[in-house]
């Protein structure tokens, strides 16, 4: 939404392309960008400020320090807290079907914005979140119905969280010494006392949200029913290795708004070549009151919030075979062969121990990554996490 709000043509000529350069100047601050959903009930209200940029500059501009209000046609009014990063949040707003909210917003520049009053929309309960085998991979899908037929207009969000667990696990670490002429070597375990693995490196947890825009709409079919694909995961990949879990978000929307996010959509992801839909301007129902001429980018929106998650466990898609794709190596356990060939890698456990004692004689390494879940993931086990 940042860089879409003018019109940029592409335009091939004798085979060659030619950059279009906007004569339009925008100002150094840039337009205001208010994305997300108020929600009606139980859940998080979170509206993310942000600040469009010129056309050649790559940085994300938020926008920090503002007041965001809630307010009702019956006078009502409720307070989003600024969490960092241009977002604001409320918890449980509890808001009346019977009346019309808008939002209201003041910035540190002295400039007041307001939306449109607008009704708490109907949001019926997701049907069902559902996946298939397809095309070697696992591809979900998302259903919903509405069978008072009043809704119509759908968005979804989904943010996908699995567990996975490092190639190797570590028992050992590198012990230095150092000496005159040079530093010594040797691997020990870590725990001399249980001679145990460290799991704090061994389990983690990767987290990836939705980005691009998930929208359908039932206004031409007779019933207020949806089934469409959600999202794809590779074959072989690393989601379900061990565990996978997708909770999806669904918002509903009045068809203004929605027909504001079909525009949006088709100005992020319709617009590889000239045959696609040329960007168009991104009029929404919040406007700055203090200068009414100055564009704001961005559509409120009320309703309750749905949500549904589901897991996916490997032994339900046989054959998944994911492969972390780790080599290890084998390495003696002496300064010289470690400064060699282990000082680039990570100790894991032992290979060989001496027959006289339990000495170690030589130990298996690999890659940081591969050892070290923490590098790639985090050991903070979600707390719906069964």
């Known amino acids: 939404m940042k ?32 994305e997300g959903a108020i929600i009606s009930g139980q859940g998080t ?37 600024e969490k960092g990063n241009g977002h604001y949040e409320g918890i449980d707003l509890n808001l009346n079907n019977a009346h019309k909210y808008r939002l209201r917003i003041k910035t540190t520049a002295g400039k007041e914005y307001l939306s449109d009053f607008s009704v708490v929309k109907n949001n019926p309960p997701i049907e069902d979140v559902s996946w298939k085998r397809e095309n070697g991979g696992v591809q979900l899908y998302i259903s919903t119905n509405d069978p008072q037929n009043n809704t119509r207009y759908y968005q979804w969000e989904y943010t996908e969280t699995w567990e996975f667990h490092s190639a190797y696990p570590s028992y050992l670490k590198y012990k230095t010494q150092s000496i005159p002429g040079g530093d010594t070597y040797e691997v020990v375990f870590k725990d001399s006392t ?3 693995f460290d799991p704090t490196i061994y389990t983690c947890w990767k987290s990836n949200a939705s980005t691009n825009l998930l929208i359908g709409s039932s206004a031409r079919l007779s019933r207020d029913a949806i089934y469409l694909p959600l999202t794809f995961i590779p074959p072989f990949s690393q989601q379900i290795g ?13 068809k203004e708004g929605y027909e504001f996010l079909e525009r949006m959509k088709k100005n992020t992801e319709g617009t590889g070549s000239v045959f696609d839909a040329q960007p168009s301007e991104l009029k929404g129902n919040i406007y700055c009151i203090t200068d009414p ?8 929106n009320i309703c309750k919030a749905q949500e549904k998650r589901i897991f996916i466990k490997p032994s339900e898609v046989p054959g998944w075979n994911y492969n972390d794709g780790c080599r290890f190596f084998e390495i003696e356990n002496q300064s010289d062969s470690i400064r060699l060939k282990g000082l680039g890698l990570m100790p894991a ?3 060989k121990t ?28 979600p707390v719906f996490w069964p």
């Open 354 to 381: 001496s027959p006289f004692g339990g000495a170690i004689l030589s130990f298996i390494a690999s890659t940081s990554d591969c050892v070290d879940c923490t590098l790639t993931g985090t050991n903070r086990k």
């Open 194 to 196: 249980t001679f145990s």
């Open 349 to 351: 456990y032992v290979a």
């Open 3 to 34: 860089k879409i709000f003018f019109i940029v043509l592409v335009f091939i000529t004798s085979g060659c392309k030619e950059i279009y350069v906007s004569p339009f100047q925008s100002p150094e601050t840039g337009f205001l960008v208010v």
């Open 45 to 81: 209200t979170t509206i993310k400020l942000s600040r469009t940029t010129k056309l050649d500059i790559r940085k994300f501009e938020v926008e920090l320090g503002a007041i965001l209000t809630v307010e009702g046609d019956d006078n009502s009014l409720y307070i989003l807290f």
């Open 293 to 300: 001429a100055e564009p704001v980018i961005g559509f409120v």
């Open 242 to 254: 061990i565990l996978y879990s997708i909770n999806v978000k669904q918002y509903s929307w009045s």
